[in-house]
Every structure is written in structure tokens, then in C-alpha cells.
Nanobody
Framework: VQLQASGGGLVQAGGSLKLSCAAS????????MGWYRQTPGREREFLADISNRGLTSYRDSVKGRFTISRDNTKRLVYLQMNSLKPEDTAVYYC?????????WGPGTQVTVSS
């Protein structure tokens, strides 16, 4: 399964974006799907995850601003991002939440201007 994130762009602080992650194959077998982000010189960090049952968890810095969702029938995972801040600027990726990840896709760039 390959994962392709999209929906990034340039937005002003306080704005919103909705990212999508399209899977080339079924994701229903992957219990937990997640979103991650990375900025230059830093390690990729976990942002949010969602189980097949719809249970979610979030990194503290995005809690209350970001919402993760998934549609297994459409092989899609979403990340709704509201109240964006300049420090949210990063490349965003999706992947399974597991010790062994699927190959990372190219991600989608999100840039938040102040």
C-alpha cells in the first residue's frame, strides 16, 4: 500500500486547511492510521491517530485545533486543521501507527504565514 498526502498550501495564521491521505490499497486492515509532520533539521513528529473504531488521540500542541478522520471505503484519512499557527509550518505525512511503517510518501507542504 502506498500513501499520498495532499491538500497542503499557503495559509495565513488563524486559517484552516484540510489534508487528505489517499491509500493505493485497503486501509481497513490497518487498525490505526496517523498523521505526522516534519520540519527541516527535526525528526518527524506524531500529530494524531485514529483507530478503525474511530478512537482518536492527538499531540498536545494540536489538540482542539486538528481533527483526524478516516473513510475506509474510500481509502482516505483526513486531517482538518483549524486555527493554524506559523509553527504548524511543516511537511505533513500520513502512515500507519505501528513499529513497522509503510513506505513514507512525499508528504504535502503546509506553510502558515504570520
Amino acid at each position: 500500500v502506498q500513501l499520498q498526502a495532499s491538500g497542503g498550501g499557503l495559509v495565513q495564521a488563524g486559517g484552516s486547511l484540510k489534508l487528505s491521505c489517499a491509500a493505493s490499497g485497503s486501509i481497513s486492515g490497518y487498525h490505526v492510521m496517523g498523521w505526522y509532520r516534519q520540519t527541516p533539521g527535526r525528526e518527524r513528529e506524531f500529530l494524531a491517530d485514529i483507530s478503525n473504531r474511530g478512537l482518536t488521540s492527538y499531540r498536545d500542541s494540536v489538540k482542539g485545533r486538528f481533527t483526524i478522520s478516516r473513510d475506509n471505503t474510500k481509502r482516505l484519512v483526513y486531517l482538518q486543521m483549524n486555527s493554524l499557527k506559523p509553527e504548524d509550518t511543516a511537511v505533513y505525512y500520513c502512515n500507519i501507527v505501528s513499529s513497522t511503517k509503510l513506505p513514507w510518501g512525499p508528504g504535502t507542504q503546509v506553510t502558515v504565514s504570520s
